[in-house]
């Protein structure tokens, strides 16, 4: 099996050679004529396969990073399949991701936590509202400058 060459990249880059961290592979077949074009294709097997350092085989698992992916789908549209609602800037899609996160880690309260996750990581001792999200993006964006003069344009 292969394993992905940029999420070790990735983790290389970000951790260096101080972390444990294995991959899950799961290889894939094609789907079956019969299923429409857009069916997954099938899921043949999965295999564990240590990378870097020496990480605990029995805590491998794609559940965390697939439940985010599915929040993450579920509240943003841009995300879905097949949408009209997309970023045409990658600028605008990077905002995107960012304010989401902000949102769902600092003002959305999570039902088994109670609290927002900021709070139960002690990160944060108030819950936030969207009015302080925005305050911190308005107090950190460079104020305007004067406008210069109007010119007209010529056809």
Not at 12 to 25: K, R, T
Not at 48 to 55: D, L, Q, S, W
Not at 133 to 140: D, E, K, Q, R
């Amino acid at each position: 099996m292969t394993l992905s060459k940029s999420y070790l990249e990735a983790v290389e880059g970000a951790f260096g050679a101080y972390v444990d961290y294995a991959q899950l592979v799961k290889p894939h077949s094609e789907a079956p004529e019969t299923q429409r074009r857009n069916s997954p294709a099938v899921c043949t097997g999965a295999c564990k396969e240590a990378t870097i350092g020496r990480p605990d085989k029995k805590h491998v698992s794609t559940s965390y990073v697939e439940r985010q992916n599915l929040a993450m789908r579920m509240h943003m549209r841009r995300f879905t399949r097949q949408t009209n609602a997309f970023s045409n800037k990658f600028d605008n899609q990077m905002h995107m991701v960012a304010l989401y996160t902000v949102w769902y880690n600092s003002v959305r309260i999570h039902k088994p936590l109670k609290v927002i996750p900021a709070m139960a990581a002690s990160l944060s001792p108030i819950l936030w509202s969207m009015e302080d999200v925005a305050n911190l993006i308005n107090s950190a964006a460079p104020k305007p400058g004067k406008r210069g003069p109007y010119k007209k344009r010529v056809a």
